[in-house]
């Protein structure tokens, strides 16, 4: 079992920056890859980025790329989202996710179906 808790979230200006942490706990070396999704109000939940435990690849939504960085800390079980260039249409609640079984390497871990244990968010608004 692995539990995730987020951290970081806020309320900043537009062309601000924030750093947010997710850090797992209990069966870590369980972790494939974690990844970070968003919810405005109103709307779905949205893939913005994730990274896979090995070889440290990436992956973006478009609306973030150039923007948003996503880095992990092995030796923590943590993975960090720093957003910089923040946009009003960035504020939602911020979600990590952990997937805990294999994937291939052409998957792009951009669906909330590939994984199978989330935090419980934390909220990023960005002020005009």
């Known amino acids: 079992q692995v539990q995730l808790v987020e951290s970081g979230g806020g309320l900043v200006q537009a062309g601000d920056s924030l750093r947010l942490s997710c850090a797992a706990s209990g069966r870590t070396f369980s972790i494939y890859a974690m990844g970070w999704f968003r919810q405005a109000p109103g709307k779905e939940r949205e893939f913005v980025a994730a990274?896979?435990?090995?070889?440290?690849?990436?992956y973006f939504a478009d609306s973030v790329k150039g923007r948003f960085t996503i880095s992990r800390d092995n030796t923590k079980a943590a993975v960090y989202l720093q957003m910089n260039s923040l946009k009003p249409e960035d504020t939602a609640v911020y979600y990590c996710a952990g997937r805990t079984t294999r994937i291939a390497s052409t998957r792009l871990l951009s669906s909330s179906t590939e994984y199978d244990i989330w935090g419980q968010g934390t909220q990023v608004t960005v002020s005009s």
């Open positions: 990274i896979r435990w090995s070889g440290a690849s990436t």
